[in-house]
């Protein structure tokens, strides 16, 4: 799972700003899926990309929240005016074209809302 | 009810005993079955899937499923410190691509 590379590994935002997670895929892998877990709690999903399309949005909250995964460049998360309930650890998991295929997961970025 | 339930712990047993941890899911269309394996700070990691019935071995590790009764194990041998971790079920229907659905997770401790 060293393959999935996300960044900034943690990110410090006060009430109100945007953070923005990124997340590169493993080499040959279409499909990114975010996560999101908040202590002591298990991985709940938020959202599921292939290249240029969102395909299952139905875990995401329905303001401030967004996901793309660009042609080029890594799938950002976009969560704009955070609220300190944001603060959580968000993980990016790939998976292979086919859709059968095992999760892999990203050392997951931890957001921190001052 | 949970889509995906697990035994809440934490559960302690000692170096070299059996760790039992269980998993009960909802939704009968669920087809594939998943155990991982997340440290504290880290990400999960992935130690063993199952897709039919039946028991399936790896190593110290035994996955068990019965779709009838809508349950999948994980049992640990000869438990080591170095397992200490909390262990997340995870399932996943055919139609929603490798999507997950996860338990809140069962903490394990392994005493020396």
């Known amino acids: 799972n060293a393959g999935v590379m996300q960044n900034p590994r943690h990110l410090v935002r006060r009430r109100g700003q945007e953070a923005r997670l990124r997340c590169s895929p493993m080499?040959?892998?279409?499909?990114v899926y975010w996560y999101r877990q908040l202590p002591e709690e298990g991985l709940k999903f938020m959202v599921y990309?292939?290249?240029?399309?969102?395909?299952?949005e139905s875990g995401m909250p329905k303001e401030r929240f967004s996901a793309e995964f660009p042609k080029e460049g890594p799938s950002i998360l976009r969560i704009q005016q955070v609220v300190r309930g944001d603060s959580a650890a968000y993980f990016c998991?790939?998976?292979?074209?086919?859709?059968?295929?095992?999760?892999?997961f990203g050392s997951g970025t931890q957001l921190s809302v001052l | 009810q949970k889509e995906v339930e697990q035994n809440s712990g934490p559960l302690s047993v000692p170096e070299g005993a059996i760790a039992s941890l269980n998993c009960t899911y909802s939704?009968?269309?669920?087809?594939?079955f998943f155990w991982y394996r997340q440290y504290s700070g880290k990400s999960p990691e992935l130690i063993m899937s199952?897709?039919?019935?039946g028991d399936k071995e790896d190593g110290r590790f035994t996955a068990q499923l019965n779709k009838a009764s809508q349950y999948v194990s994980l049992l640990i041998r000869d438990s080591q410190p170095s397992d200490s971790a909390t262990y997340l079920c995870?399932?996943?229907?055919?139609?929603?691509?490798?999507?997950?659905?996860f338990g809140e997770g069962t903490q394990l401790t392994v005493n020396p």
């Open positions: 998991a790939s998976s292979g074209t086919s859709t059968n295929e095992k999760l892999f």
């Open positions: 080499k040959g892998h279409s499909h």
């Open positions: 939704d009968r269309v669920s087809q594939s």
């Open positions: 990309l292939q290249k240029e399309n969102i395909i299952d």
């Open positions: 199952i897709y039919s019935n």
């Open positions: 995870a399932v996943k229907r055919e139609t929603s691509g490798s999507r997950l659905t």
